[in-house]
């Protein structure tokens, strides 16, 4: 969320280390790069920047620099920002009790929000070893994951080939997710040795009922990867399919890969976590023995195909993204256009509320203003 929302827009951010002077200037800056006007902005962020404790400053003024220059502003950063914080909350703050409990540590949180920005410039910059060590070193600090980068590490340690720690890391996030919601010792991050023996029918009901579409997918590659076309990997990749399944119809349908994150808001399991899970690792999935490997399972497959969405049609799709959506909500499939049609004085209203919902979340994780209808 972002910080001109909840216990930030009252206390100021990181509890009021940043100075009021500084604070308006970033704002200022923000709304004008919201605005297009970049060079304009420039001047605010120099004037930001001049608090050293300005975190968000720092991370706003590295994403608009060449991606070597905005790392060495990202570390300088983070260098001042731990220094900061062992002012703050103790020279141990980093190995004391503290650890854990970042993010709940309202000091902490523009700190945390400088590593998010480590991380992707990392990832945009092909650095996807030290885009790791930071995802570790923030779930590390905190386990509960508040800025939600855990969806990320799976798919990289995929794409580096530490495919244990991949299958390891989504087993542990599944299970915790289909437990009491407490998350993993070290944010799954002590890497130990993946099981390989199949779900239990317990097991898989507890992980179809509170599913997380990029664990469930890793676990599946991952699985394969080790250990071939196994029950486990088979298990996997169902409760994948029933978790989000853009994922794998535009694997199937052979889609091609996106180029770049989803820079809108994300929803749990939705078409936003799809494009950001597919960004980071579709053309993994599109290695011929892998695709043929998803396609084979008949029951996968069975599960992402979908039925027309107007009244009274029961057509089902043949192959995978047979139909075609409505280009508006992208919530709704149909068999043809008479059934879109036919399906339209049912469906405007939901499509228009859909839309304003979108839009509001998106104000919400940006700061911008809610625009009502």
Not at 74 to 99: H, M, Y
């Amino acid at each position: 969320m972002h910080r001109r929302m909840g216990v930030e827009s009252f206390m100021g951010i990181g509890g009021g280390a940043v100075s009021r002077e500084s604070n308006e200037a970033l704002e200022m800056a923000e709304e004008l790069i919201y605005q297009g006007q970049t060079e304009r902005a420039l001047p605010y962020l120099h004037r930001a920047m001049n608090d050293p404790n300005n975190l968000d400053a720092c991370s706003r003024a590295a994403s608009l620099m060449p991606k070597k220059k905005a790392i060495e502003i990202l570390l300088a950063g983070e260098q001042t920002g731990r220094e900061a914080l062992k002012r703050s909350l103790g020279p141990t703050c980093f190995q004391d009790d503290n650890v854990g409990h970042f993010w709940g540590l309202i000091q902490t949180r523009p700190y945390m929000r400088l590593l998010d920005a480590l991380v992707e410039t990392y990832l945009e910059d092909k650095q996807l070893d030290k885009a790791i060590d930071v995802i570790v070193e923030m779930l590390r600090l905190c386990p509960t994951d508040n800025i939600g980068r855990r969806d990320w590490l799976g798919s990289l340690l995929l794409r580096t080939g530490r495919h244990a720690d991949a299958l390891y890391f989504s087993q542990v996030w599944l299970e915790s997710s289909s437990g009491d919601g407490s998350p993993p010792p070290l944010g799954g991050c002590d890497f130990k040795a993946p099981f390989s023996e199949p779900l239990s029918e317990d097991s898989i009901s507890k992980l179809s009922r509170w599913p997380s579409d990029a664990m469930s997918y890793s676990a599946a590659l991952s699985a394969f990867k080790l250990y071939g076309d196994c029950l486990l990997a088979r298990q996997y990749l169902r409760i994948a399919a029933k978790s989000n399944k853009t994922i794998l119809i535009r694997i199937l349908a052979k889609i091609p890969q996106p180029k770049t994150p989803n820079s809108g808001a994300r929803t749990m399991n939705g078409t936003d976590s799809a494009h950001d899970y597919l960004w980071l690792v579709q053309n993994l999935w599109m290695k011929s023995d892998v695709w043929n490997w998803a396609n084979s399972d008949e029951e996968a497959v069975k599960l992402i195909l979908r039925e027309c969405c107007a009244p009274d049609c029961t057509i089902v799709e043949t192959l995978p993204n047979e139909f075609k959506r409505c280009a508006a909500c992208k919530m709704t499939w149909y068999c043809g256009t008479p059934c879109q049609r036919k399906h339209w004085p049912g469906h405007k209203t939901s499509c228009k509320e859909w839309k304003q919902q979108q839009a509001m979340i998106q104000s919400i994780v940006t700061g911008q203003p809610i625009q009502r209808p």
